[in-house]
């Protein structure tokens, strides 16, 4: 498929400057690393995604305070110089200059000295909110409903056009072509997420055929992910009448969307590949059957 360009209807200037790319993030790579007053900052926040890379005797990790996150690294040594180990969800201030990458254009934040300030706000919302739930039973295995085998038509919800979509229909279109699909678009991140949710899993709780929900989103940021953290998604996928599985970013995300839900993947794939999983053992059990019949001449 050819992708046609528009034209553009106003013509480049000869005049205005013209940078390859390797260029203007060494312009901005200058710019940003000689600023005298990015040289020696102070930035709160709650640890993350921490990561140790013991190759390159680094460790990254990002800083957020819920409303956006900056990726930070350090050299292992200066771990020498702290008083306590950085670990994910604790409040810490750190002290370093901004960098960025020449190569991919990134920003960071070199950080050569970090002092624990308490817990972090986030971790302590999110714990006290699982705590009150798991006290209501919305975690109990008890309350977990049975995912059909062999469902005949299922409903998705995701973002619209997003590679989670259509990553988990071609792997049901591939291993269980029988399944019918049905997609309910929802906004899965940003302040709509929440009543854009709750409103597709009541949608789809109205269609008497759809046998299991599938609530699917890629991989993201701990801000881009949030919202399966809200109270109101969660009692909704609870108090759902039909079998809900979530496939919510990647392997170490693990939401409370994802502990009320009837059946947690690891990713939008791996829950394709787990509704299908029981069509493609009797497909395989059948070529089993096939090829061990002999026919009598």
Known sequence: MKIKIPKSTKKA???????????INHLLKTTIENAPFLHNINISGEII???PFYAGNQLFFTLSDGKASINCNCFLNVLDRIKFEPRNSVAVRCSGKIILSQR??????HVHYMEEIGVG????LYEKLKKKLAKEGVFNAQHKQMIPKYPAKIGIITSWNSAAMWDFITIINQQAPHIRLMVCPATVQGNQAVPSIINAIKSLNTQKSVEVIAIIRGGGSP??????NNESIVR????????????IGHEIDDSLSDKASDKRCETPTAAAKFISEHTQQAKHSI????HSIQVLP
């Not at 801000?223 to 399966?228: H, I, P």
């Not at 070529?287 to 096939?290: A, G, I, K, P």
């Open 13 to 23: 200037s000869s005049d205005q400057p013209n940078y390859s790319v390797w260029e």
């Open 49 to 51: 995604q921490l990561k």
């Open 104 to 109: 991919k254009g990134n920003l960071m934040f």
């Open 121 to 124: 706000d986030q971790s302590i």
């Open 223 to 228: 801000e881009d992910l949030a919202s399966f």
């Open 236 to 247: 909704a996928i609870h108090h759902s009448h039909i079998p809900i599985i979530t496939g």
């Open 287 to 290: 070529r089993l059957t096939l």
